[in-house]
């Protein structure tokens, strides 16, 4: 079992930026591949990035490349999402997820807002 609480949303302008960060529970965190999704009013919940358990690999959506990197601390038991060069189109919850390399994300934290102006 592994808790997931997301932090460092907030109201930006476009063009700037923000991190987001997602502490997670428990000494296994080393054992799960971490990732971000986020969900805009009225659309289904989108990948936005993946790491691997040791932060060797990472992987984007096409719509982000580029822009956003996600990275971690095991140490900290911490993920985070740098968002740059951020879009009206980036404003959505963003979620942080766990997986133990089952093929699914079974566990999410409640989301934290980012919402980008024009």
């Known amino acids: 079992q592994v808790q997931l609480i997301e932090s460092g949303g907030g109201l930006v302008q476009a063009g700037g930026s923000l991190r987001l960060s997602c502490a997670a529970s428990?000494?296994?965190?080393?054992?799960?591949?971490m990732g971000w999704f986020r969900q805009a009013p009225g659309k289904e919940r989108e990948f936005v990035a993946a790491?691997?358990?040791?932060?060797?690999?990472?992987v984007y959506a096409d719509s982000v490349k580029g822009r956003f990197t996600i990275s971690r601390d095991n140490a900290k038991n911490t993920v985070y999402l740098q968002m740059n060069s951020l879009k009206p189109e980036d404003t959505a919850v963003y979620y942080c997820?766990?997986?133990?390399?089952?093929?699914?994300?079974?566990?999410w934290g409640q989301g934290t807002q980012v919402t980008v102006s024009s």
């Open positions: 790491i691997s358990w040791s932060g060797a690999n990472t």
């Open positions: 997820a766990a997986d133990r390399y089952t093929g699914s994300w079974s566990y």
């Open positions: 428990g000494r296994t965190f080393n054992s799960y591949r």
